[in-house]
């Protein structure tokens, strides 16, 4: 590693509608070393590098290469200029070999306008070679696992000439071994002059690879700082602050009867990986009971499960003393449970559909909105009303398409649905996911207000603050097991490190 | 709207994703179709040797697209012998029999796929690309006015196939237009242009002919080749020359789509256009030309029908009848590959000829086998005998970041 | 992923690009009302009248014969002069069409609700016809009302049947019911031509050179409400679609299978959440969906065609057209009906001996067909209904400033 400076991202600034995703974020990178990016979900890490990639044009601020200025209008534009990206989410062809999708569009050729297939492999293998990436050129991508479909992704931009690279959150989707493997092949890279961007929220993994570690907070860079002398502690604080933007003002929980038990809960996900890996959980009345972690760790798959959207592999769900077992969404509504998803746009309303319409969503078949399958739209609308003035929905009336309300007003209503049918126990989701102050504060209060009803509440968040001022008890998911449960006086610091998994070491460590 | 091979999970196809099994099956039904009409059973007529036989050359050709090639060509050499063993046996008492399976029938598949052959490998370049064109059948009626029409005003069929050609070029550009930058639904778009070929070669048809070709048109030639023996003579002897460049175009095809730079390209925007995108591949222009392309090939197909030895210079209103929908059928049956497209198109083509020949003597074999390649796409378009693999984006718009 | 989530108003081009069918088609609702219908009708008949001027015809003879042929006219002078007789008789004949055209428009409209494309309406409706055909020859004995009753439920239950194949192979398989649609049309049209031509089971029995079917006993057709029965007057089947109609408005607004058809067709995942079985609702809406064609196939078989011929199934596109119908009206019952009677009257219309002869009804016939294809394509373009809305924001988005100075000066 040289002292010499590749690039420099100077005061950047980027606001989206209703956020400043990045405010005066300044970042610079050496060459021929890692330099990992670190900072909790919705830091603004993404958003810096898809500005750095040309996928957005900062607001203001200045991105220097080499010392020279540069502005880039699209990925190409970065591409060219020698930045390569491997996304999340793999820009890659499944059906093809290896060697294609690394020389698709600068394929080589032979006889005047033939693929030349040999050259391409011989290409892609000496790469593998001098990398030391062990993967098959003549492998169907679909084939390989998701550590060598990375590869082939890093492949992509060497052979493009990229010396500097972003990978994004590249360990999210690997398991130990195949991330211990990835930082081998980054060690390489790093040997070969190659700088590399590496962006997580996983303190052991920054400690391990990087040579210089930028924190981001609230969209906003808190400190640049050598890998020697940082420690967990040090990187967990300034990741994840002191500040504590929301207090609730609530009693003490006076749980009751369980309302909601799991017992060794497996889940798959699509693509058959075991995500939720033996949960047990009990929720009472009268309590809320906060799942905090890391996004990706099972939470998703458990809610599904537990509302019938899925089938789970093993274990027993029980809702108010109710089994139930490989039961449909309709038989989850029935016995009590409420659910306010994560993704209110995707499931949690039909868009087109009116509010009213919305508001029956589970009951439309029931009395009395409807009686022998004759629907009774005036009693949908009365309750659709009754419902937007109880829970202050604002920016329409029973009418209005779902789709013209604004989020928070979307996220009141999904939530006063699924509380006016009375649930035993309610799973709310990521509640206040991209909503305003005002409409944080106000489903924030309403949990309270239901838990002190006596219902049971499982809220699952990836704001460490929410769970924070509103659990009763909190339980730490990572990798599909519950690593740590609080009840009374618990740090963040505490649980923001079990979230990254710093109770047990790294294996690969 | 969901593209092609996508849809609610399937879990009975799941089960059944190794297409072995359709191979297997294949191969018993080949047996089956020569164990059928030999005692004890000794069926009378061949009727359900042959059908049980095209069954399992179906279901062969399906298997060897689908990954298992050996044992899917294996199943459909099965299922041939099948038909001509069962053929043999039963041939004997009747001489009525003697007229249906000659040389000639060989001729007429070759001469009955060609357009659905046209038509498959032109379907294959829109689809590959990512636009699903349901307008091929639209696209062949074009050419097959068109290019009369050249073939009339210019005397000689070669205006007739540029201006057919260029006919079906120009009605896949407006599809290319709606389906790529107005992003409409491809279904609703190729529909809509099925429905406009058929009113505008009707009109002109009725404006220029008054509903009724006279007089002596320029032809595609046949291309004669004496001197192979009777048999070849009286199969292959004889073709039109677009039949033989319909068997240009399927090795033509292969080598573009699947080993040039190109091909690769075309793919790419098919199966993952943002990844084509982020390497600077510019996905509006290959579906551009891709969907175009699809109408100059598609049309020659419909030249074929007026001009070629079948249309022999005549035209009627809506004279592709289906063809392109066939075709279209006979590409999801090749899995979207050249080979398994022509196996298919040349197996839908064989059993429309033993439909024409067979009118003769029983009007129930001859509906069957003129059903039969629709049935055999329903059920494997089910899906439920291993997998159909559409081009991943294959009817999605592409929207620019 | 770490990006917070923007909860902006989702805009139709989301909506366009990420949407299903159905949702992509609300989006015309909210983006132009009645204005892109209208719209798409106006353009498809001026592109229509260039090519009817491009080849030597006056366009406008050629509409207003189009008009008159229509019956249209009768509208406006519904006295009883020799030519308005005619008249009437022609409007009779429309409506006749347009009976037709309501229930196989209603066919595919409902699937539509449903997030489907039904390219199947022609095999339906042929399926239908059939049923129909066979159960009117048959039973001859019995008297009208079960005779008709018999069936018309019989092909209408054909016709869900039918259709229901394609909801079942797309609700087990996931096989897209485009294409399985289309074949099963292919499959109903070489069988119904087997069933009806020579040695066909469903071959008349007098003479066996001629591939046509019996004609339905007089105890199946349906009696004549406007006109006389000898002369293909308008049967009873016209009220009968309105009926279905008013049904169709019923069961997608007014019940809870309408409820699920529309989540379902909207948002599939939003109504697994809300507790609806969404397979059952594909098979469901697709037998529905046939229901509607079968009816119209029964209708037209018992109402005023009575036998039906190899020739016949050749030619009938009636089934295609309910798309267009569908289509341009919006998928809503009103919407269908208000397409049913254009598309009736074009169909009719341009069969006629034009009065003007300004144009031959053969190629006025075709015109019909090009003005359906160029209404498809029209309504279909996204894009096109998406710049109407974005020019009726921008023209929104413009007020505001203008009146923003003004208060200040005035405060």
């Known amino acids: 590693m040289s002292d010499e400076l590749v690039l420099e991202m100077r005061s950047i600034r980027k606001e989206f509608p209703g956020v400043v995703a990045n405010d005066d974020v300044s970042f610079d990178v050496r060459r021929g070393e890692v330099h990992a990016l670190l900072g909790e979900n919705g830091a603004g890490k993404s958003t810096l590098m898809n500005i750095l990639y040309g996928l957005y044009r900062p607001d203001a601020g200045e991105i220097r290469l080499n010392g020279k200025p540069v502005s880039f209008g699209s990925a190409s534009d970065a591409i060219d200029a020698g930045i390569g990206m491997v996304h999340q989410h793999f820009m890659l062809i499944p059906v093809m070999t290896v060697a294609e999708n690394v020389v698709l569009g600068t394929e080589p050729v032979k006889d005047g306008f033939l693929l030349d297939e040999g050259a391409a492999e011989r290409r892609v293998a000496e790469m593998a070679k001098t990398f030391k990436f062990a993967v098959e050129p003549g492998a169907l991508v679909e084939d390989i696992g998701v550590g060598q479909q990375q590869r082939v992704e890093i492949m992509k931009a060497l052979y493009r000439n990229a010396d500097i690279l972003i990978l994004d959150e590249p360990t999210a989707v690997l398991t130990p071994q195949e991330s211990s493997d990835l930082f081998e092949i980054l060690r390489t890279l790093r040997r070969e002059g190659i700088s590399i961007i590496f962006i997580s929220h996983k303190l052991n993994e920054v400690l391990e690879i990087a040579d210089r570690i930028t924190v981001l907070r609230r969209g906003k860079t808190i400190e640049t700082v050598p ?73 998703t798959e458990l809610i599904e499960a537990l509302t019938g959207l899925r089938r789970a592999e093993s274990g027993r769900i029980e809702v108010g003393g109710r089994e139930l077992h490989h039961a449909s969404t309709r038989d989850v509504l029935d ?175 | 709207m969901t593209a092609w091979g996508q849809g609610l999970e399937n879990p009975v196809s799941e089960r059944l994703r190794d297409p072995a099994s359709t191979g297997y099956v294949a191969i018993f039904l080949g047996a089956l179709a020569a164990f059928l009409a030999i005692p004890p059973i000794e069926a009378r007529s061949p009727t359900w040797p042959i059908a049980i036989g095209i069954v399992a050359i179906a279901l062969g050709i399906w298997t060897a697209t689908r990954g298992r090639r050996r044992l899917g060509w294996g199943a459909a050499v099965a299922g041939l012998l099948g038909i001509g063993l069962g053929i043999l046996a039963t041939r004997s008492g009747t001489g009525n029999l003697e007229t249906v399976f000659d040389t000639t029938l060989i001729a007429q598949t070759f001469g009955l796929a060609t357009p659905l052959v046209f038509g498959a490998i032109a379907g294959m370049f829109s689809e590959r690309s990512g636009v699903v064109n349901i307008g091929l059948e639209g696209m062949m009626l074009m050419g097959a006015f068109w290019g009369l029409y050249g073939s009339d005003r210019g005397g000689t069929w070669v205006v ?242 | 992923m770490s990006e917070p989530k923007r909860d902006l108003v989702e805009s139709p081009e989301e909506a366009a690009s990420s949407g299903t069918l159905a949702a992509r088609l609300s989006l015309s609702h909210r983006a132009g009302g009645i204005a892109v219908p209208v719209a798409t009708v106006v353009l498809a008949f001026l592109l229509g009248g260039l090519v009817v001027l491009a080849t030597g015809h006056n366009p406008l003879t050629a509409y207003h014969d189009i008009f008159n042929g229509a019956g249209l006219n009768w509208i406006f002078h519904p006295a009883t002069s020799t030519t308005q007789s005619a008249a009437a008789y022609n409007l009779s004949q429309t409506l006749l069409v347009a009976t037709t055209l309501i229930l196989t428009g209603l066919a595919v409209a409902f699937a539509f609700r449903c997030g489907m494309f039904n390219i199947g309406g022609q095999g339906q409706y042929l399926v239908g016809i059939v049923v129909a055909n066979w159960l009117g020859v048959n039973f001859a004995g019995l008297s009208l009302l079960p005779h008709a009753l018999i069936a018309i439920v019989g092909a209408t239950l054909a016709g869900a049947a039918w259709a229901g194949i394609a909801g079942v192979l797309k609700a087990t398989t996931g096989a897209h019911e485009v294409i399985s649609t289309i074949m099963l049309n292919y499959i109903a049209i070489y069988t119904a031509s087997w069933l009806f031509g020579d040695g066909g089971p469903l071959q008349n029995s007098t003479q066996p050179t001629v591939p046509i079917s019996n004609p339905v006993s007089s105890s199946a057709q349906l009696p004549v409400i406007w006109g006389t029965k000898g002369f293909q007057g308008l049967d009873i089947g016209f009220l009968i679609a309105i009926a279905a109609l008013v049904v169709f408005w019923a069961l997608i607004n007014r019940t809870t299978l309408g409820y699920e058809v529309r989540a379902v067709g909207f948002n599939p995942e939003a109504a697994a959440y809300g507790g609806i079985n969404v397979k059952k609702n594909i098979i469901r809406a697709m037998a529905i969906s046939g229901a509607f064609a079968g009816l119209a196939g029964a209708l037209d078989m018992l109402g005023y065609l009575y036998q039906y011929g190899q020739l016949d199934v050749a030619v009938s596109q009636i089934g295609f057209t309910g798309i267009a119908v569908a289509l341009l009206g919006r998928n809503t019952a009103v919407g269908v009906f208000l397409a049913s009677l254009l598309f009736g009257g074009l169909f009719y219309g341009t069969t006629q001996g034009l009065s003007s002869n300004v144009i031959q009804p053969e190629l006025a016939t075709n015109l019909t067909y090009i003005i359906q294809g160029l209404v498809v394509l029209f309504i279909g373009a996204d894009i096109l209904i998406l710049y109407l809305w974005n020019s009726r924001k921008r023209l929104r988005a413009r007020r505001p400033p203008a009146q923003t100075p003004a208060k200040a000066t005035t405060a």
Request: proline share 4%.
């Open chain 1, 335 to 509: 016995a009590g449970l409420g659910h306010i998803p994560e993704d209110r746009q995707r499931r949690g309303l039909v868009l087109e559909f009116s509010l009213a319409e919305n508001v029956a969503l589970h009951d439309y078949a029931l009395p009395p909105d409807s009686k022998w399958g004759w629907l009774f739209p005036k009693r949908l609308v009365e309750r659709a009303r009754r419902l937007i003035e109880e829970f202050d929905v604002r920016g329409g009336g029973p009418f209005t398409p779902a789709g013209a309300l604004s989020g928070g007003n979307q996220q009141k209503l999904v939530a006063a649905r699924e509380i006016s049918r009375d649930p035993k126990a309610l799973i709310a989701a990521q509640p206040t996911r991209g909503l305003d102050v005002g409409a944080i504060e106000y489903l924030h209060r309403r949990l309270v207000t239901e838990r002190d009803e006596g219902r049971a509440i499982l809220l699952v968040s990836l704001e460490l603050d929410e769970i924070l001022s509103l659990s009763d008890r909190i339980l730490v998911i990572y990798e599909g097991k519950i690593v740590g449960e609080h009840t009374g006086e618990v740090s963040e610091e505490q649980i923001g490190f079990e979230m990254v998994g710093v109770q047990r070491k790294a294996p690969a460590a």
């Open chain 2, 160 to 401: 007739g196939l540029l201006l057919g050609m260029a006919s079906g070029g120009l009605l896949a550009l407006v599809l290319a237009f709606f389906a790529i930058h107005l992003r409409a639904d491809q279904i609703v778009a190729g529909f809509a242009i099925n429905f406009l070929a058929l009113g505008i070669t009707g009109y002109f048809f009725q404006q220029f002919y008054n509903g009724q070709v006279t007089g002596n048109i320029s032809v595609v030639p046949n291309l004669h080749i004496a001197g192979l023996g009777n048999f070849f003579e009286g199969s292959i002897g004889d073709l039109s020359i677009l039949t033989w460049a319909s068997f240009v175009l399927v090795i033509l095809a292969y080598v573009v789509l699947f080993k040039t730079p190109v091909g690769l390209r075309i793919r790419a925007c098919g199966e993952h256009p943002r990844a084509a995108d982020t390497v600077g591949i510019n996905v509006y222009l290959v579906r551009y030309c891709c969907v175009v392309l699809s109408g100059l090939l598609v049309a020659i197909g419909g030249v074929y029908l007026s001009l070629g030895p079948q249309g022999n210079g005549t035209f009627i209103f809506n004279i592709t009848s289906g063809k392109g929908f066939i075709a279209l059928a006979a590409m999801i049956f090749g899995n979207w590959r050249p080979a398994g497209a022509f196996a298919a198109a040349l197996l839908f083509g064989f059993s429309s000829a033993l439909a024409l020949k067979l009118q003769v003597y029983s009007s129930q074999a001859a509906t069957l086998f003129q059903i039969l390649p629709y049935v055999l796409t329903l059920v494997a378009l089910a899906g439920v005998i291993g997998r159909t693999v559409a081009p991943a984006a294959d009817g999605k718009p592409y929207a620019k970041q």
């Open chain 1, 227 to 299: 890998r020697e002398g940082a420690t967990e502690e040090s990187l967990a604080r300034a990741m994840v602050g002191r500040e504590v933007l929301l207090r609730v003002d609530k009693q003490p929980a006076e749980a009751g009867d369980v309302l909601l038990s799991v017992q060794d809960l497996h889940v798959r996900d699509d693509r058959g990986i075991e995500k939720v890996r033996g949960v047990s959980l009990e929720v009472r009345a009268g309590e809320i009971v906060g799942m905090a972690g890391v996004d990706g760790n099972g939470q």
